[in-house]
């Protein structure tokens, strides 16, 4: 099956957060790029679910999947860790889906659409497959003008991991997965993910402001999301007990990030080390940031000022 755009999902237990997005994205997600032909797929990696509560999604979305919109996916084993999902997950996809672009989906995400936002998501899609960028980190904002920025900021560098979304090209996807040591990380798989996509061309990976209304529950709970109970996802994974307070730095990924196999153990030339002061999933060496950094090339021209003044002017 060939598609323009692939959205990986890969879920664990967690039954109405996948059931809701599901149906955003059959509702609103999907509709919006289609309309800018541009041809889609959820592929929903799904661990720890229930036979009959797949069945009871197939058969709610039996239109989707008969058109190729959605892939459900079940795993065929379980895991042991975060990097050994991911390959699992890209390994389904790859064998299903020919794709041009893949994007990361969290499964408690939300996609609270209008008439921009929409048409910012067509054209940073639409605009990324006619340049053949290696990766675009979708961010917030509270602005519907979309302005690209250079991937990483040198002034206070972290890895722009999946900030609500990364979109990475397959080209990329297909780099991560010859990557030997992918499958052993027990925490940050998105962070190598951005990582690979970064060191192999600075200048080809942008920021993406200007999707506003696309939410995370985590960091931006809204009237429908607030105080729902997360419970499942990858927590469970790492052996996070949700009745116990979670590691004060690194949350529930915490003992898994201090114990596990993680960023700066299988690219030590880009992430720091423990000893660090931005020792965080995703704290990178200003070495690294010199030695890969983009040139001011493309979207990197953006004066920054300039783009400020003019999401102020936007807001």
């Not at 780099?175 to 990380?185: D, K, W």
């Not at 940050?188 to 080809?204: P, Q, T």
């Not at 402001?209 to 109970?229: I, M, R, W």
């Not at 730095?249 to 690219?267: Q, W």
Request: hydrophobic share 45%; net charge negative.
């Amino acid at each position: 099956m060939k598609r323009d755009i692939a959205i990986l999902i890969y879920s664990r237990g967690r039954e109405s957060l996948l059931a809701r997005l599901i149906d955003d994205l059959d509702r609103s997600y999907m509709p919006a790029l289609e309309a800018g032909d541009l041809s889609a797929c959820a592929f929903i990696y799904a661990q720890n679910y229930s036979g009959a509560y797949l069945d009871g999604l197939r058969q709610r979305h039996a239109a989707a999947i008969e058109a190729g919109r959605l892939i459900l996916c079940e795993a065929e084993r379980p895991h042991s860790c975060i990097g050994e999902v991911f390959v699992a997950a890209a390994d389904a996809m790859h064998a299903r889906v020919d794709y041009r672009l893949a994007m990361l989906m969290d499964d408690d995400s939300l996609y609270r659409a209008d008439a921009q936002v929409d048409a910012n998501l067509r054209d940073t899609a639409r605009l990324f497959l006619q340049k053949g960028d290696r990766a675009y980190s979708l961010k917030l904002g509270p602005a519907r003008v979309v302005e690209y920025w250079p991937f990483i900021d040198s002034a206070g560098p972290i890895m722009p991991f999946k900030e609500k979304m990364l979109w990475v090209s397959r080209a990329v996807m297909e780099e991560a997965l010859a990557f030997p040591a992918f499958a052993a990380l027990a925490v940050g798989e998105d962070v190598v993910l951005a990582a690979i996509a970064w060191r192999g061309g600075a200048e080809k990976c942008f920021g993406v402001f200007g999707l506003g209304t696309f939410l995370h529950l985590g960091f931006e709970p809204d009237e429908e999301s607030a105080g729902l109970a997360m419970g499942g996802g990858y927590g469970e994974l790492v052996g996070y007990d949700e009745t116990k307070q979670a590691d004060p730095e690194l949350g529930k990924y915490g003992a898994a990030f201090r114990g596990g196999i993680v960023p700066h153990t299988v690219l030590p030339e880009i992430f720091v080390g423990p000893e660090h002061p931005h020792h965080t999933i995703s704290g990178i060496k200003p070495e690294a940031v010199a030695h890969y950094g983009a040139r001011d090339t493309g979207f990197s021209r953006i004066d920054r000022k300039a783009a400020i003044g003019k999401t102020l002017e936007a807001g």
